[in-house]
């Protein structure tokens, strides 16, 4: 299994409060992405990361932000939590998705925001 | 992902018998993924495809890319109920974004 771990792994918090979910990876990989799923929808991309401090906005960015300061982590931060932002989060990582290269999942974080 | 459209959405079918799940895009797919997940679970990679043309089976799953590179299909012979759960598509449209469609959701009938 490749090593990447999300933290927490469950969380719930109140309306208003930041929140920030964790990406570890001990693959060296240099694409990083975070996910949200939902019923209905799929994943949907958030944010991802091509290198350290190389960030760019996916199709549902707004309320999120990113920071990635070093190979191994990838953070997503919720400023202000809402409960639209009540949802599954899953990161993945890729040494080159274009190459024909295995996409990893990492389990997944349960957020519930009330 | 509006970029990539699954179809259906959902199925319901017999034990035994043979379904095809569609992804399809308007842009040219480099690389296209199928994952499998259990409700309330994590990913689990099928296969991934990247030429024109190719296809690859996994049991009795069968992925193909079709010749333009612009639609996958998931073909599933003699189903089974470990056959069900959601079946998710994934491609890299540009420069490295990966997105997904919407999924499928698969039951199977005893």
């Known amino acids: 299994d490749a090593g990447i771990t999300q933290s927490p792994r469950h969380k719930v918090t109140e309306t208003g409060t930041p929140v920030t979910l964790r990406c570890h990876q001990t693959e060296n990989h240099r694409y990083m992405y975070w996910y949200r799923q939902d019923p209905g929808h799929g994943l949907r991309l958030i944010h991802y990361?091509?290198?350290?401090?190389?960030?760019d906005k996916g199709e549902v960015s707004d309320g999120y932000s990113v920071s990635r300061s070093k190979t191994e982590d990838f953070l997503l931060t919720l400023e202000s939590a809402t409960s639209s932002q009540t949802s599954v989060y899953f990161c993945?990582?890729?040494?080159?998705?274009?190459?024909?290269?295995?996409?990893?999942f990492g389990e997944g974080s349960w957020l519930t925001v009330v | 992902s509006q970029e990539l459209e699954q179809s259906p959405q959902s199925l319901i079918v017999q034990e035994g018998k043979n379904l095809t799940i569609n992804c399809t895009s308007s842009?040219?797919?480099?690389?296209l993924y199928w994952y499998k997940q259990k409700y309330g679970e994590g990913l689990i990679f099928l296969m991934m495809l990247q030429k024109g043309g190719e296809e690859k089976s996994h049991e009795k799953i069968t992925a193909k890319l079709d010749e333009k590179k612009q639609q996958s299909s998931l073909h599933i012979t003699a189903s089974q109920p470990s056959h069900a759960g959601i079946y998710l598509c994934g491609a890299d449209i540009v420069a490295n974004k990966l997105v997904f469609g919407a999924g499928t959701i698969l039951r199977v009938k005893s």
């Open positions: 990361s091509y290198g350290v401090k190389d960030t």
């Open positions: 842009k040219t797919l480099y690389g």
């Open positions: 993945a990582i890729s040494p080159d998705p274009a190459g024909g290269n295995s996409i990893y």
